[in-house]
């Protein structure tokens, strides 16, 4: 849908036009003179804004990680009502983020963007990232300090499960990929429940993260 632009905001109205060319052909199916037609605008006057496309994507991906940031950090709440809710809270935040902005998703992990291309990018990625860190590093003081894994390995896994359970589950099954008999939520729920009784943070009886 042509979006065109109102009171000079053409840098957002292309980046409004990109999220829509990237949910319609992918990160990589759009030319930045398609996103210039859907903005309403001539080819040149997007690099007034914008170097090339890759830069349009990395500025999509940016906005994408101030979401997901906010989001995450709002499920986390400080730790409360307990750590081990707090922790289970990010996981559905996640999920919760692909599902309702697929296109700053797409940006933020499909387009092959270079962190170390973008520094403002790597900046809200790692803000992004140092909320699950938080959560692991406040969930693992249960444990005895020679126990404890590195937060920082600790919140890799639950974000490579999360996405693991978003691409195969959620946004693949929407593409005729693969299809579970359960929600993506029951299936991060159960694989974070397993990993963590496997660290010993949740006893061996079948309790449920709440």
Not at 98 to 104: D, E
Not at 128 to 135: D, F, M, P, T
């Amino acid at each position: 849908m042509k979006r065109g632009y109102h009171h000079g905001n053409l840098r957002q109205a292309l980046v409004e036009a990109a999220l829509d060319l990237i949910a319609n052909q992918g990160p990589t199916g759009f030319t930045l003179s398609e996103a210039a037609k859907a903005a309403d605008v001539t080819p040149a006057a997007v690099y007034r804004h914008f170097a090339g496309r890759e830069d349009l994507l990395a500025e999509v991906a940016r906005q994408g990680y101030e979401i997901f940031a906010a989001l995450m950090e709002f499920a986390f709440d400080n730790g409360r009502p307990t750590a081990l809710a707090a922790f289970e809270a990010t996981g559905r935040a996640y999920l919760a983020f692909a599902r309702k902005y697929p296109g700053h998703y797409m940006a933020m992990f499909e387009a092959g963007l270079s962190l170390n291309d973008h520094p403002d990018l790597a900046l809200v990625a790692n803000k992004a990232r140092s909320v699950l860190e938080r959560a692991a590093e406040s969930l693992s003081q249960h444990l005895p300090p020679g126990m404890r894994p590195p937060a920082t390995m600790f919140s890799a896994h639950i974000w490579a499960m999360s996405h693991g359970v978003v691409e195969l589950y959620m946004r693949g099954s929407a593409n005729g990929g693969v299809r579970s008999p359960f929600p993506p939520e029951d299936l991060l729920e159960a694989g974070i429940g397993i990993y963590l009784r496997g660290l010993g943070l949740l006893p061996p009886d079948g309790a449920k993260l709440s």
